[in-house]
């Protein structure tokens, strides 16, 4: 039977698994494949795995609980392989990697923050500030325009939209990468301007916290800044 894999830890690792279930319907049990150096978590898969809530909620809590015991390697959702052996396998060729991640998230936890602008401020302030899009705007508004003017003001609002927020991802990385032992960026979508996951030392939370509660006061009301976390290290494995 096909194997669902959650997370990758240290032998030494404590592994309590008391009270937890694994994914599918019925719930599999938990059980661990072991090396001289790693262990990993895992339950047999259920023939159609979907990222259902109670799934969901199942590989999450494995994380949590050995979080509480120690470094974790989480795995993504939806991991599978075909038995133990398999498992074992990859565990031992992949011995000096994963011991090496494992040192790297020692003590720390994950923490994702993703950051927008409101539009309708962001356009204003575009007017306000280039003197090209605010005289654009005046003229197509007196309905003296020719068709060409719209065009070129949307094009011009979409430069500058592009350049103030590269400008505000980069400031809002500046105050926070400092408190964080790592960072990892990912493509924003819809309105945002920032998608990023910080890895941050268990010991230097409060810091990290309060530095992004600061930055969020400074931005101001017409800045959405959402922090997420503590999480397992997810971005980092």
Known sequence: MA?????IVLATHPQRLDGLHGVGDPPAALRTVHTEVLSAVVSDAPE?????????????????QLMA???????????????????????????DNFSERLRALEGCVEYHLKAAQDEDALLR????????????NEEIRSGRSSPELPLALGELVAQEVQARQERLAA?????LRGLAREERSSQPTGNDF?????LVERDNEKTFLGAEQDLAKELGEE???RLVG????????
């Open 3 to 7: 194997v669902y894999v959650y997370s």
């Open 48 to 64: 159609e795995l979907r990222p259902k809530r109670r799934d969901l909620g199942a590989h999450q809590a494995v994380q949590e």
């Open 69 to 95: 015991d120690g470094t974790v390697l989480p795995l993504q959702f939806g991991f599978t392989t075909v038995d133990d052996d398999a498992v074992r396998a990859v565990l031992e060729d992949g011995t």
């Open 125 to 136: 302030q575009i007017l306000q500030e280039s003197d090209e899009a605010r005289e654009l």
């Open 171 to 175: 400031e809002v990385l500046d105050a």
């Open 194 to 198: 920032l998608n990023v996951s910080f």
């Open 223 to 225: 800045f959405d800044l």
């Open 230 to 237: 503590p999480l397992p290290a997810y971005s980092f494995v």
